[in-house]
């Protein structure tokens, strides 16, 4: 009878524990992190700086392309952008985005800006070097 006790509270301890790991992934945070995109058209590679308030996204050489107001909630971003040779100005784009192994996934909910959407839409971005680590 103790025994089934015993092993009923080490199951129940391994499902908490398991249940706090799958928490822990999906509360991975998107700020302080950088991206990096290897974009066809642009014979480069973008790499997307997230910051709290404002991200920004720069090309190879280190030039700052476009910068942003952004907004992150749970699982979406808001993107405006605010200046920048490739910025789309008014409208905002607001994404859902998912961590898969070290990429990042961003999935348009609504995008009044074209050329943005396309670009950065459905692609896989690779974990770059990350801010203050």
Known sequence: MHNNNYMRK??????????ASVAGVHAQSLKGTSWKLYVDELHDTLTFHVGADTSYTTDGSGEVVVRCLSRISR???????IEGKYACPGGEGVYTYVFLADGLTLNMVTDPCDNRSNAINGVKW???KDRGK
């Open 10 to 19: 080490i199951f129940y301890l391994l499902v908490v524990l398991l249940l």
């Open 75 to 81: 699982d979406t971003i808001t993107l405006k952008d």
């Open 126 to 128: 690779v974990r770059g």
